[in-house]
């Protein structure tokens, strides 16, 4: 199993450009989530989506959309990038009732630069 | 708001030593904790969890300690080796809509001296 896949790895966009990352799971999970990471910061929330068919907002979702595309993908898009975005972008799945209970599998994340 | 803390960004130990890594909480609703690993150029990597109607959970060389009287959580990590060099950070749980959604801390540089 691969886990979770994120693609691309590296991303420069100029402000203003749009793009979307994209995110796949093969573990079967319900749930996936976006977060963003800041130097020194922990991870936090843009959105999640609980079951296929649903997405919520999470902590820092402006300026970002999300599509639970089936069970495996959700993508995130920026539709207008500002250098306020560049960091870097982890995506997560999880099923109730795993080895850990709740844990959350991430990605190997997307290094995005708005300049 | 509510939020999830760490006491101290950077730990130093030497190679060998057993390191402490702390965290604050301050949603006393919480009721199950999570401490991540997350290694340089990668993703935050699962290291044990524990529930609130537990004070110690122990794994392979990593311990975690829950007071509920003080909010305090802490990652015992034994015998501290090289490889355990990453940024760590603690989450606790909400369960918002039949999601789960965790709440992450700024997390703690450990690095290990030879």
């Known amino acids: 199993n691969a886990g979770v896949t994120q693609t691309p790895k590296f991303q420069v966009l100029k402000t203003g450009q749009s793009m979307t990352l994209q995110c796949a799971q093969d573990m079967n999970h319900n749930s996936m989530y976006w977060y963003r990471q800041d130097p020194g910061m922990g991870l936090r929330l843009i959105y999640y989506s609980a079951s296929e068919g649903t997405t919520d907002k999470g902590e820092v979702p402006n300026g970002y959309n999300v599509s639970r595309l089936n069970k495996r993908e959700f993508s995130l898009r920026l539709e207008s990038a500002a250098p306020s975005q560049t960091s870097v972008y982890f995506c997560?799945?999880?099923?109730?009732?795993?080895?850990?209970?709740?844990?959350?599998?991430f990605g190997p994340g997307t290094r995005l630069t708005v300049t | 708001g509510e939020s999830v803390g760490l006491h101290l960004p950077t730990l130093s130990v030497q190679e060998g030593d057993n390191s402490i890594i702390n965290c604050a909480y301050s949603?006393?609703?919480?009721?199950?904790f999570i401490w991540y690993k997350q290694e340089s150029g990668k993703g935050p990597q699962f290291i044990i969890d524990?529930?609130?109607?537990?004070d110690k959970r122990q794994g392979q060389r990593v311990t975690v300690l829950l007071n509920k009287t003080v909010k305090h959580l802490s990652l015992q990590i034994a015998a501290t080796q090289p490889g355990d060099s990453a940024v760590y950070f603690c989450a606790e749980k909400l369960e918002v809509q039949g999601a789960q959604k965790l709440v992450f801390g700024q997390g703690t540089r450990l690095t290990i001296n030879p």
């Open positions: 524990i529930r609130s109607n537990m």
């Open positions: 997560a799945s999880s099923e109730r009732g795993g080895g850990a209970l709740y844990e959350q599998y």
């Open positions: 949603n006393s609703a919480s009721d199950y």
